[in-house]
């Protein structure tokens, strides 16, 4: 699928969400989970960090949507949040 093409429909979805469809915004973590996950694990090193990680980053990005000014697509916004809370895990294990 074209980036052009996935813009848009990842913009109709976000509009879907802006007007109260949930399922709308699910459909845009599940487009974008597996490398999410790739993400989080490469940079947490294991399952529980990354979980932990993505189910904050993902509450992170659910209600900080209204706020998403699609002046970057979503999975870069999405790739930024949870870049940042694996960050947190990592700060947060340190003793």
Same mark, same amino acid.
Request: glycine fraction near 12%.
């Given at each position: =699928?074209?980036?052009?093409?996935?813009?848009?429909?990842?913009? +109709?979805?976000?509009?879907?969400? +802006?007007?109260? %469809? *949930?399922? %709308?915004?699910?459909?845009?973590?599940?487009?974008?989970? $597996?490398? =999410?996950?790739? $993400? %989080?694990?490469?940079?947490?090193?294991?399952?529980?960090? =990354?979980?932990? +990680?993505?189910?904050? !980053?993902?509450?992170? %990005?659910?209600?900080?949507?209204?706020?998403?000014?699609?002046?970057? !697509?979503?999975? /870069?916004? @999405?790739?930024?949040?949870?870049?940042? /809370?694996?960050?947190?895990? @990592?700060? *947060?294990?340190?003793?």
């Amino acid at each position: =699928m074209g980036s052009e093409e996935q813009l848009r429909r990842e913009s +109709a979805e976000l509009r879907e969400h +802006a007007s109260g %469809a *949930r399922d %709308a915004f699910g459909s845009l973590i599940r487009q974008h989970d $597996l490398s =999410m996950r790739r $993400l %989080a694990f490469g940079l947490v090193g294991d399952r529980g960090g =990354m979980d932990d +990680a993505l189910q904050e !980053a993902y509450l992170r %990005a659910y209600r900080g949507l209204p706020g998403f000014q699609g002046e970057s !697509a979503f999975g /870069t916004w @999405l790739y930024r949040i949870v870049y940042r /809370t694996c960050l947190d895990e @990592l700060r *947060r294990r340190k003793p």
